[in-house]
């Protein structure tokens, strides 16, 4: 079994900036990609960024430019660094991850709140 264990959500202005953590813990072999998804209340889930152990990146196109993933695979630990914010930002915030031979893992969820 894996454990994500998320950290980093908050409340941030407009313009602000945080930075996510999430770290993996448990029967890990090798971490394939890990990364972070969201989700409004009545909308669907969305991916935000992705990254592999390859280091290769993607980010959802209304992120492009403003948030940054980064993962250090030595403590199986991706982050989000989020600057910019806006109030269209506001979500629930999951850490994801997908282990070798292990399946995905889902985080409880870290809420970002920005005010306009």
């Known amino acids: 079994q894996v454990q994500l264990v998320e950290s980093g959500g908050g409340l941030v202005q407009a313009g602000g900036a945080l930075r996510l953590s999430c770290a993996a813990s448990g029967n890990i072999y090798r971490v394939n990609h890990m990364g972070w998804d969201r989700q409004v209340p009545g909308k669907k889930r969305e991916l935000v960024a992705i990254?592999?152990?390859?280091?290769?990146?993607d980010y959802a196109d209304s992120v492009k430019g403003r948030f940054t993933i980064s993962m250090d695979g030595t403590k199986n630990t991706v982050y989000l660094q989020m600057n910019s914010l806006k109030p269209e930002d506001t979500a629930v915030y999951y850490c994801t991850a997908q282990i070798k031979y292990g399946g995905d893992y889902w985080g409880q969820g870290t809420q970002v709140t920005v005010s306009s």
């Open positions: 990254v592999t152990d390859a280091g290769i990146t």
